[in-house]
């Protein structure tokens, strides 16, 4: 059987990191964009014009006829998507995506989740024990598409994504805004630093990513290391790479009262069932994003 994945949000930061590793395990990868991208792009894969906010799903089906559907796309705008009411737009449009894969026989969903999903007062999050108290509406509206998600009659899995980094990161997240402010020999403010996220290297979550919807793994599965890291040990070694350490300018910006001091993904779903494994540490994601950044800039 000619196993067909469809990927939406494909030209976006996980998106354009996952399309090569799906044509690895899939037959056809199949990819929607508003905009096509160049033909020279993501050579293999077959491109659909397609916008989620008003475009029919069903005719997007009957073209792709996927057996495999991953849905990455959603509100990103740094800054705005944490509280934007177009999430709940999202959530709407995302239903119907579903509805209209399992109208045309599709076989397994692969949904994007987040971390903040969790309540993060639990500190290490784990699937299945630790209690959903999203706290923003982009939180809420992941946890009700999982939850509709859920009811179909269909095989699906759930990535929450914790904190991913490296090409393609949008200037103002943590690792591009420190690595891109070295670069160009300007100072980098940052808060204290004392709080611990888990940060996993971009292109090991597409991999993760990959890997969960070419399983039979089911229901919620974190994509993350496992291990929290310190926001300033993320900034420091990032001087340390770029050379100019003394930039970095600590408690510059304030850390919120919500800041919770430590949150981390329980892996052992992701490594156990999925079989995943990361290729880069900490270090060397961060090396490697640096290469990418200095060459682009």
Not at 275 to 294: C, M, N, Q, V, Y
């Amino acid at each position: 059987m000619t196993r067909r994945a469809l990927v939406t949000g494909a030209t976006g930061f996980i998106g354009q990191h996952l399309l090569p590793r799906l044509a690895e395990g899939f037959d056809e990868v199949h990819a929607i964009a508003r905009a096509l991208p160049a033909t020279d792009e993501s050579a293999g894969v077959h491109w659909h014009p397609h916008d989620l906010m008003q475009d029919d799903p069903a005719g997007l089906m009957q073209q792709a006829k996927p057996t495999h559907l991953i849905h990455l796309a959603w509100i990103t705008t740094p800054g705005e998507y944490w509280t934007s009411p177009s999430n709940t737009e999202w959530l709407e449009r995302s239903k119907a995506l579903f509805d209209a894969f399992l109208a045309a026989g599709g076989q397994r969903v692969v949904g994007l989740g987040t971390c903040a999903e969790y309540d993060w007062s639990a500190g290490v999050c784990e699937e299945h024990t630790t209690p959903i108290a999203p706290a923003s509406i982009y939180g809420q509206s992941k946890v009700e598409l999982h939850a509709y998600l859920t009811s179909l009659p269909i095989t699906s899995a759930w990535a929450r994504v914790f904190w991913p980094y490296g090409p393609g990161e949008p200037e103002a997240k943590l690792t591009s805004y420190v690595a891109r402010r070295l670069l160009a020999g300007e100072p980098a403010q940052c808060s204290a630093g004392t709080q611990q996220r888990d940060f996993i290297y971009v292109g090991d979550a597409a991999e993760a990513l990959s890997q969960l919807l070419a399983s039979d793994v089911t229901g919620p599965v974190n994509i993350g290391t496992g291990q929290a890291v310190a926001v300033r040990e993320i900034a420091e070694t990032i001087g340390q790479i770029v050379g100019r350490p003394e930039l970095l300018q600590f408690a510059a910006q304030t850390t919120g009262s919500d800041d919770f001091p430590r949150v981390v993904a329980d892996a052992k779903r992701l490594q156990e069932e999925v079989g995943f494994t990361p290729r880069f540490d900490l270090r060397a994601g961060l090396s490697k994003a640096i290469d990418e950044w200095r060459s682009s800039d």
